[in-house]
């Protein structure tokens, strides 16, 4: 079994720096990667920010030089620190974690989400 969890978000009014966290437990043998997703209404999920296992960072183009990714995949923790938000930003926001189970298998798992909402 592997539990993933966020916290943070909530209501911010545009320009507002919320921070969002994730932690990855259980029965893991390593954790390859954890991102970030996003999902708005009537839009597909995307992916916003992921870091890997060697602390690589990736951003989508509409959040770099506002969002920032860190964690330490050895501890299963990873941490969304959203600067500068839009409205835009608006989404739903799930935490992913590429893991390798101690069975071997790698999967994916995801957390349940958490909603961001800026508005003024």
């Known amino acids: 079994q592997v539990q993933v969890v966020e916290s943070g978000g909530g209501s911010v009014q545009p320009g507002g720096s919320p921070r969002l966290s994730c932690v990855a437990s259980?029965?893991?043998?390593?954790?390859?990667?954890m991102g970030w997703y996003r999902q708005a209404p009537g839009k597909e999920r995307e992916l916003v920010a992921i870091?890997?296992?060697?602390?690589?960072?990736n951003y989508t183009d509409s959040v770099k030089g506002r969002f920032t990714i860190s964690g330490d995949t050895a501890k299963g923790t990873v941490y969304l620190q959203m600067n500068s938000l839009k409205l835009e930003d608006t989404a739903v926001y799930y935490c992913?974690?590429?893991?390798?189970?101690?069975?071997?298998?790698?999967?994916?798992?995801w957390g349940q989400g958490t909603q961001v909402t800026v508005s003024s």
């Open positions: 992913n974690a590429k893991i390798l189970l101690l069975t071997w298998e790698p999967r994916d798992y």
């Open positions: 259980g029965s893991i043998r390593y954790i390859n990667a």
């Open positions: 870091i890997t296992s060697g602390a690589s960072t």
